[in-house]
């Protein structure tokens, strides 16, 4: 089955610079890839979302770049903020298979 | 809307003891999903249900846990002969739709602790 690959486990940047996390998959037929966002003491949100007929999706400070070939994928936080720190997953899903396979998590501590 | 409803929130079993989870995902959500979460292996998938249909369970340890999920808001999680091991957050999420798009609305979790 399906597994994904992310890393670092453990992120630190300085308020204001970017964070980029990096996830990578097995399987080409996964077609679907969420990124997740848990805060302390909260369950996981969807924060973007890229499928495989995109390269590139950005929502506001949030950047998700694809590379099939590779079989890559990466979220950038651009002019991180304090309230950007928390576990991030990343995940890949693949058509006709409901289920999500994560990332094991990348924690990430923004500084000021 | 209430989201998707865990109990218990905590619990605390000895081991060798059973221990049971419950779920109540969004009204309306075709697909029912339990993962389990540790700080060592992140969000493990366990099982997904869609119409109350077991779909897949290839996640779950077979010997001891069992899932089912009698009707459209209600599912069920049983570790039985739990370990410390199985020390653990049980997240349950829903979606809705077919396919395999869309956003995973997760509960609050249960966190397990075996003793």
């Known amino acids: 089955g399906e597994q994904v690959e992310q890393l670092p486990s453990i992120l630190r940047v300085q308020e204001g610079s970017s964070a980029s996390i990096n996830c990578s998959y097995e399987?080409?037929?996964?077609?679907?890839f969420p990124w997740y966002k848990q805060e302390p003491g909260e369950n996981p949100k969807l924060i973007i979302d890229i499928r495989s007929n995109m390269e590139r999706k950005q929502i506001q400070e949030l950047i998700v770049l694809l590379d099939k070939k590779a079989k890559r994928f990466s979220l950038h936080i651009t002019d991180t903020q304090p309230g950007d720190s928390a576990m991030y997953f990343c995940a890949a899903s693949e058509e006709g298979n409901y289920k999500y396979v994560f990332g094991a998590g990348t924690r990430l501590k923004v500084i000021a | 809307n209430a989201g998707v409803i865990q109990t218990p929130r905590h619990k605390v079993t000895g081991k060798g003891q059973e221990a049971t989870l419950w779920c109540e995902p969004i009204?309306?959500?075709?697909?029912v999903f339990w993962y389990r979460q540790t700080i060592v292996q992140g969000l493990e998938f366990l099982t997904y249900f869609r119409n109350q249909a077991p779909i897949d369970d290839s996640g779950m340890p077979k010997e001891r846990f069992s899932a089912q999920m009698p009707n459209q808001s209600h599912s069920t999680l049983k570790i039985q002969s739990t370990q410390p091991q199985d020390s653990a957050v049980y997240l349950c999420?829903?979606?809705?739709?077919?396919?395999?798009?869309?956003?995973?609305?997760f509960g609050e979790g249960s966190k397990l602790t075996v003793l």
């Open positions: 399987d080409s037929a996964s077609n679907y």
């Open positions: 999420a829903s979606r809705q739709g077919w396919g395999n798009t869309g956003q995973l609305y």
């Open positions: 009204s309306g959500h075709s697909a």
